[in-house]
């Protein structure tokens, strides 16, 4: 890799993935791949035609030297995926097509869990074109939510902040907290509805829910609503961006993550939000024809096509 800038840095855990074509509650045979949303999104930003770092560490171990490899497969800039103590993070997921079920994680102690400010330091994310951040990666740890919070400080790009509330690993409380201090730094921040913004905004309502991270300081906002499509607010806007209905879907895992990764893309390369939004929106689309976080990924070519038909 030469030393050239990223478009985009992402900052978070890779995970290890056993997912099954079953519920969790009967399943049997699992998939060996590799996601998180952290590196879905970031596939998904490379195959959108960005060039993507991911900064984050992985365990010194069998599962690591896979991760840095599976990622460098997909085109991620992996200069800034460390190596570490601590195991390689991993999560096990039965298929869901609704995307209504939780997580089984397993990942308390990982290497990515000892993510923190000195980390972004030592990376380009005062220089990258945008970054995209995650209530995830801040809910792995003290250390780790501190990392997110000084990135969005530091960021000299446009910061892309995706609260993706997640139940089992922190609490609304907490995660608000995150979003309070990032929102006003944030160029684009993607609540969904109703996950993220009952927990995190007390509403199940796309608007008011937009207005709330308005008034917390974001630029503007994208409230994704599934298959009713995205909410886009900003200071001088107020529009609804129908959803592109998916021609096949296999499993929901990971489509709010290619949704992300692919509109950070787009933003860092010079597309207007709505744009950008659009984009992310195709994206999703397609990656929901495939199994797993990673089971699915548009190129750029295919999210063109799909847009040109909307």
């Given at each position: 890799?030469?030393?050239?800038?990223?478009?985009?840095?992402?900052?978070?855990?890779?995970?290890?993935?056993?997912?099954?074509?079953?519920?969790?509650?009967h399943?049997?045979?699992?998939?060996?791949?590799?996601?998180?949303?952290?590196?879905?999104?970031?596939?998904?930003?490379?195959?959108?035609g960005?060039?993507?770092?991911l900064?984050?560490?992985?365990?010194?171990?069998?599962?690591?030297?896979r991760?840095?490899?599976?990622?460098?497969?997909?085109?991620?800039?992996?200069?800034?995926?460390?190596r570490?103590?601590?195991?390689?993070?991993?999560?096990?997921?039965?298929?869901?097509?609704?995307?209504?079920?939780a997580?089984?994680y397993?990942?308390?102690?990982?290497?990515?869990?000892?993510?923190?400010?000195?980390?972004?330091?030592?990376?380009?994310?005062?220089e990258?074109?945008?970054?995209?951040?995650?209530?995830?990666?801040?809910?792995?740890?003290?250390?780790?939510?501190?990392?997110?919070?000084?990135a969005?400080?530091?960021a000299?790009?446009?910061?892309?902040y995706?609260?993706?509330?997640?139940?089992?690993?922190?609490?609304?409380?907490?995660?608000?907290?995150?979003?309070?201090?990032?929102a006003?730094?944030?160029?684009?921040?993607l609540?969904?509805?109703?996950?993220?913004t009952?927990?995190?905004?007390?509403?199940?309502?796309?608007?008011?829910?937009?207005?709330?991270?308005?008034?917390?300081?974001?630029a503007?906002?994208?409230v994704?609503?599934?298959?009713?499509?995205?909410?886009?607010?900003?200071r001088?806007?107020?529009r609804h961006?129908p959803?592109?209905?998916a021609?096949?879907?296999?499993?929901?895992?990971?489509?709010?993550?290619?949704?992300?990764?692919?509109?950070?893309?787009?933003?860092?390369?010079?597309?207007?939000?709505?744009?950008?939004?659009?984009?992310g929106?195709?994206?999703?689309?397609?990656?929901?024809?495939?199994q797993?976080?990673?089971?699915?990924?548009?190129?750029?070519?295919?999210?063109?096509?799909?847009?040109?038909?909307?």
């Amino acid at each position: 890799m030469t030393g050239d800038v990223p478009d985009v840095v992402i900052i978070g855990e890779p995970l290890v993935e056993f997912s099954a074509a079953d519920p969790l509650t009967h399943a049997e045979t699992f998939r060996l791949s590799f996601s998180g949303d952290a590196l879905n999104a970031a596939v998904a930003a490379s195959a959108a035609g960005a060039h993507v770092a991911l900064v984050t560490r992985t365990g010194e171990d069998e599962f690591g030297d896979r991760l840095v490899e599976f990622a460098a497969r997909h085109g991620i800039d992996t200069r800034w995926m460390w190596r570490g103590p601590g195991h390689s993070g991993a999560y096990v997921v039965g298929a869901d097509p609704l995307g209504t079920r939780a997580f089984a994680y397993l990942r308390s102690g990982s290497a990515a869990s000892r993510l923190g400010p000195s980390d972004v330091d030592r990376a380009p994310v005062a220089e990258a074109r945008a970054v995209l951040l995650s209530g995830i990666t801040a809910a792995l740890s003290d250390s780790c939510a501190a990392a997110v919070v000084h990135a969005a400080e530091k960021a000299g790009g446009k910061v892309v902040y995706d609260p993706n509330f997640r139940s089992r690993l922190t609490t609304p409380a907490d995660a608000r907290e995150i979003l309070v201090k990032v929102a006003p730094r944030a160029a684009l921040v993607l609540p969904s509805c109703p996950t993220d913004t009952s927990a995190l905004l007390d509403t199940t309502d796309p608007e008011e829910a937009a207005e709330a991270c308005l008034d917390l300081g974001a630029a503007a906002v994208a409230v994704t609503c599934g298959a009713d499509g995205v909410h886009l607010a900003s200071r001088g806007e107020r529009r609804h961006l129908p959803a592109f209905p998916a021609t096949e879907i296999v499993d929901a895992t990971g489509a709010g993550d290619a949704f992300g990764g692919a509109l950070t893309a787009r933003l860092a390369r010079g597309a207007s939000i709505v744009d950008a939004v659009r984009g992310g929106a195709a994206a999703a689309s397609i990656c929901l024809g495939g199994q797993g976080g990673t089971g699915r990924i548009a190129t750029a070519a295919e999210i063109e096509r799909l847009l040109a038909q909307g």
